[in-house]
């Protein structure tokens, strides 16, 4: 469902993002970790056409991000790392601009709409300018709005970051019960303990490159280690730099 | 002293880091934009001299001439810096972003409080400093002022720049103290507006042409004579005055005693200010960090703009509902419009009060030549408000430009939006503006109907290089929304507009002189009607080119993706 081939990134002559090799089915959450500055966000933001791969190409769904961006994008969701939207519109008025934007038609998109500001708490807020949303709050619209058109891959920056214990419980849930319905998910995360309890494989990229992914079993053989989890065998791949 | 330094640090480094740190293409942007600087000083400095020896001719009223015009100047300066710290001092104080991790830090607040005292008067005050040189020079150049005139400004502007900021920082804090500070920046950029309508028309309406006119000249005179003294002795800028007139005129005045005023009002303004901030600053900016909305929903506005918007395709109908919500609901957006409002009146009345029937070319010649003209000054009015709305339209997305980005459209479908939807109400602007002028100007059909068709043309093409540079050279980081006209791709866009005016006029003008001069003159040319459509068939394909172009640039760019 996600293919990355050979996939590179230069900021001048610094590689971000350095031939990355990456293939996710359908279906499953995948965990994309790496310490702070590796190359998580960069790959995103290629993978959702903000940015232009220097080298190499990614695919979603089998449309390529740059040759194909328009389809592409249709099945995809994406929530940023530090999402910022609209703050003169209502919370409903910025999901209606969103759907629009997927040309969803009104009573589908309407029906979307009401369903999610319920599931995330946000429908006595509907009315409400975004500019007086709280950080968790706008977290949650944003989340709304990647999943209005039902999306067949949802790929997420940082997820966890600024939400509550219940918030964070009721995200875990939704990733799960989005992966059974065939959703794919791609999770970048720095947080090892939430890649471990949800994601059936991870990926770890360190300075640009991917050092190591599969399955949690596999992590701990290539990282030589037999107790302390996924966050020994992280800190074991991880080893030779620290984090800048 | 040295938590103040430190404080103000990080822009100094900023400043010194982005200096140092240039690509060919920013450089080339800095050469630009220090060429334009330099030929604003240099048009400045020539006018302004020409002018005061020009008063300098006219017998004994030189002097008292040029020190009135010396204090006109003071005093917009003065108000101008008055404003602008106060819209600064909003930020810097209250709404900047480094607030929590400055306030949050083991500092004194009296060392914080002149850090951003220094730091809102450098902010507000570099522009006019730098306007003010050339004006400075000319008076020095024309009274010969010679080295002590130039001390005496050396000494006297710091003071000058320093009363109107601890002022402004004094004012904002009672204001914060009990208002919410996002409310105050759009009820002050609001009043600021305003203001300067009220000005703007008070001086048209004066009509200061009249006073060329031999038979007003008596009361001029009388007029000058009472004005002798500074019509405000209470205001700094009256008592900078003072000090320049003295040195440039030999007025007979104390000039240590005005510097001695300046100083001790320099000193303890700023003292006052932080008396005053030491007491309600905490508070303030509490309220400041408070922001609660009310409900937004209108079924009426929801009706109007599906109306509006319903002949588009449905992208292209999401966006423009969004950016009119958006415009609707942003004060510092929609207040320009009182702007273009007054701009509008004033230029339909100046051709109301035009004394053509009094010049000696036949009336009816002189209006064809002052229509036609008109058909260029409606452009660049057009240009000025296309650079307003149209310019800042993709830089308007913002932070939130990500959403666009990463949504399955294209992104001239986002282009296109924003096209149509300045175009609209410019298109408006533009023919009755044309229209109302011509019928005040009572001008031949032939005339009319080209000035129509013209201005149709024109509004695409103006449009579209606001709304293309506009994409090419996008400012998604601001403050205030009144700032991405400012920039490097600002006076691109200008640049542009003004050259795509400039050449449709050209085109047209030949074919103009003809119909003219056969009116002028029946049967000298033997030209019709007929000879316009050439020309607008150029002035046809010439929009098509300014409309193509710059779109076709801008999208480009978009899809650039910038790192």
Known sequence: MIQLENLSKYYGTLAAVESLNLEIQPGEIFGFLGPNGAGKTTTIRVMMGILKPSSGRATLGGYDVVREPEKAKAITGFVPDRAFIYEKLSGREFLKFVGSLHRMDSPRLERRIAHLLEHFELWEWRDELVEGYSHGMKQRLVLSASLLHEPRILIIDEPMVGIDPRGAKMLKDLFLSLAKSGTTVFLSTHSVGVAEEICQRVGIIHRGRLIASGSMAELYRMARIEEGGLESAFLELTRDGTSP | ?563
């Open chain 2, 1 to 563: 002293m040295s938590a103040l330094v430190v404080l103000l640090s990080p822009p100094v480094l900023s400043w010194k880091n982005d200096l140092r740190t240039g690509s060919p293409a920013r450089w080339l942007r800095r050469l630009v934009l220090l060429g334009l600087g330099a030929a604003f000083w240099i048009g400045t400095y020539w006018t302004l001299k020409r002018v005061l020896a020009y008063f300098q001719t006219v017998y004994e009223l030189g002097p008292a001439l040029a020190y009135q015009l010396l204090l006109i100047i003071l005093l917009t300066f003065l108000s101008m810096l008055l404003f602008s710290n106060l819209i600064t001092s909003l930020s810097t104080f209250f709404l900047a972003r480094d607030l929590d991790l400055v306030r949050s830090a083991p500092i004194p607040p009296s060392s914080f409080f002149y850090a951003r005292l220094i730091t809102t008067t450098v902010n507000s005050s570099w522009m006019v400093l730098f306007f003010s040189f050339p004006i400075f020079a000319a008076y020095g150049a024309v009274f010969r002022g010679g080295g002590l005139f130039y001390l005496w400004t050396l000494l006297v502007l710091p003071l000058f720049l320093i009363i109107p900021a601890a002022l402004g920082v004094l004012i904002t804090h009672l204001l914060v103290y009990w208002l919410p500070a996002r409310r105050i920046r759009d009820i002050l950029f609001f009043i600021g507006l305003f203001a300067f309508i009220v000005l703007y028309f008070l001086f048209r309406f004066s009509q200061p042409e009249r006073l060329v006119e031999p038979e007003t000249f008596g009361h001029f005179l009388e007029f000058l004579t009472a004005m002798e003294t500074p019509s405000s002795p209470f205001l700094p800028s009256s008592w900078s005055a003072e000090i320049f007139a003295s040195v440039l005129f030999a007025r007979p005045v104390n000039r240590w005693f005005f510097f001695a005023l300046l100083s001790s009002y320099a000193l303890f303004l700023p003292l006052a200010a932080s008396w005053v901030s030491a007491a309600v600053y905490i508070s303030g900016w509490s309220k400041a960090q408070e922001a609660r909305q009310g409900r937004h929903h209108s079924d009426l506005l929801d009706r109007i703009i599906h109306w509006l918007t319903h002949p588009f395709p449905q992208i292209t109908k999401a966006i423009m509902t969004k950016d009119i919500k958006s415009f609707l609901r942003d004060a510092t957006q929609w207040s320009q419009l009182f702007l273009l409002l007054a701009l509008v009146a004033v230029y339909l009345y100046n051709f109301k009060v035009l004394p053509l029937d009094r010049s000696p070319i036949p009336s009816a010649t002189l209006r064809t030549v002052v229509s036609f003209t008109n058909v260029a000054l409606a452009g660049f009015v057009l240009s000025a408000v296309a650079m307003r709305f149209a310019f800042p339209a993709v830089s308007l997305e913002g932070r939130a430009f990500w959403i666009l980005q990463t949504s399955p459209i294209a992104l001239k479908s986002l282009l296109w939006s924003k096209f149509w939807l300045n175009l609209i109400p410019l298109l408006v602007l533009g023919e009755l503006l044309v229209f109302f002028s011509n019928t005040l100007l009572r001008v031949p059909s032939w005339m009319m109907t080209l000035s129509l068709i013209t201005v149709f043309f024109m509004t695409f093409g103006i449009t579209a290089i606001g709304v293309g540079v506009g994409a090419l050279y996008p400012k998604f980081h601001y403050d205030h929304v009144a700032e991405i006209p400012t920039s490097f791709g600002g006076a691109i866009c200008m640049i542009f507009s003004v050259a795509f005016i400039g050449a449709t006029v050209m085109i047209e003008a030949w074919p103009v002189y003809l119909l003219a001069m056969e009116g002028l003159n029946p049967g000298s040319t033997s030209a019709g009607s007929w000879v316009l459509a050439p020309s607008l068939a150029g002035v046809a394909l010439l929009t098509i080119l300014a409309v193509v172009v710059p779109i076709k640039l801008g999208l480009s760019g978009l899809e650039e993706m910038p790192d």
